[in-house]
């Protein structure tokens, strides 16, 4: 009978220890995984610095494309480029956004709201590439060429969801009383949004929209055929030759958006395909200035947030 | 008259009305645009534009046109990466989740989050040079002896190309490349479920990981599966990058190991330089099949998730 004791308690600490055991491998596989997972980030961005930061010279900011297989030159075209259609699709997109959420917020439950949240869940997983697609047949095919306001458009489509998310999340966290108090002294609805619940929410809908805007100005996908790419882009000599001529303001910018531009995904997609050395090191280098722009946007949006949130706190 | 006008209320709500409406437009009119511009190719090649075959023609010349290698090299790239990742940010999760000690959290949630924030293109430019070569490469060269198995060894038949370039280099890219959004949603379906669950579970003499794996996981399992079609719909619809490192070649093969297409990478090359309409259209019609199958997973996805949000009760939560 003790006999039989004995074997069961061996038994059950042999089990338990195995339990143990089991438990602290597994924990700690999770924490190996981790480590493994951002291998890939830091790999990826310090040798684009490393590689990528070689290229980089003034001449990149400041010269336009030199004939392939000639050294020097720079990417201003593609920075132009980038700055145009990030500017237009942000215009495009956040003022129906905004709207959009206003609606989600108040109405969250009617059948429109319902729809809403579907149809900007659907957006927000519609490939970037199909966007493209789509940007080509509404803006391209009508207008007869490819331009940097139809590269605006699919940009914006394609920041439209995250616009409207997170809108709607930061208007959810301010407090209801607000609101109240100033329908309560006899504010309209449109002045209790736009002057009161906005300026509220107002810094986590900027940090929103500037992770919105960074997102979409590394998209590459759906300028392929809207954009399309222009070597020859030059802000600089529209606007001379504007002024010389005496167009009018809108007539100018009107020449710059209705012809195709390069952006610096795009640069960075046709250099690192090309069989010369140094537009291969020069996609490095838009690279770097790419990852550089990310970085520095997303790492200021957190340190944001956080100073916000401590502040709240006491 | 004046009164329907009083406050400005009646215009606003019109105006906020009005954009919500068109929100919903734009999504019916990407999928009704898609739809009417391939009348044609749906005309002209039918069903044979999709099934599967052994000797796919994708032919500009001649006008015909199969989507069967690029449905397949879009498939198998995009299922694989899934395989890999879900485990990897499954775990990843419950580190974050459950494990990690509150200061590390915050700093590893940011560097999770950066991960999804670089550009696609600068995943493709690493890829080519320093990912292909250094690491799928050898491990391609490692799969190859898998090719005598039966069944499972056609996918890794031939032999990897020096440069890399191929199925398997792709698979592995997406896998990095939706890691973040899987884990971002299973952390949060974890961080959801009420703390009483694991303190029964322990309670009861449970270790910490019986707790999850017998208790937090079954409890959240919709959300992880809604978690785990995100990233699939994620890498079905990838481009620039897997359009770096496919080697962007139709052959027969089945192989992971050798080079392919994907249907979002075709339409990437060939879109802008499609001359004939045929061409153009069944271009387009990748498109929409693209976006059925994104729309679909969508949808099962956003349920999935909305179910486990609807069962774990409001003040729980907190």
Redesign the interface.
Known sequence: MTHFKELITRNLSARSRR??A??AI??S??????L???I??F???G??ILRGGRSINPALFTQLPRPMGVEGGGVLHAIEGTLIITILAASFAIP?GV??A???T?NPNTP??I??R??????S??????????A???MVKPMGHYSGLAGGVALA?LM?PTI?RTTEEMLKLVPQNLREGSLALGA????T?MSVLLPAAANGVITGFL?AI??AA????PL??TA?GNERFDVGMILRSGVQAGQSVWQIIGRIVNQPVDSL?LT??KY??QPFPERVEQ??AV?FV??FF??LI?IAA?LWI?SRKRRLQG | MLRVFQHGDRPWQALITLTAIGVMVLMLAIGWLLWNDTVEARHAFGWTFLLPTSDPSWNPISNKFQSWPFTYGTLLTSITALGVALPVSLGIAIFLAEMCPAWLRTPLNWLVELLAAIPSVVYGLWGIFEFLPKVVTPIGNTLSSLAHIPLIGRFFDGSIPVSGASRLGAAMILTIMIIPTITAVTRDVLLAIPGSQREASSSLGATQWETIWQVLIPYGLSGILGAAILGLGRALGETMAVTMVIGNSIEGSLSLLRPGYTMASIIANEFAEAVTQLHSQALIEIGLILFIMTLILNIIARFLVWRVARRIPQEARA
């Open positions: 339990r143990k089991t438990n597994i924990l596989l999770t924490g190996l995984v981790t493994l997972a951002l890939p980030l790999w990826i961005v040798y684009v129906p709207l959009a206003f609606y989600a108040r429109l709201g729809i809403l579907f149809s900007t869940d659907v957006l997983g519609v490939p970037s590439i199909v966007i493209g697609l789509f080509y047949a509404v489509i439209l409207i309209p609805e449109w002045k949004s992770l960074a997102r590394g998209e590459t996908a392929l055929f399309l995904p960075l997609w690192a395909q996609s490095w690279a790419l990852i990310v970085l997303n957190r956080e």
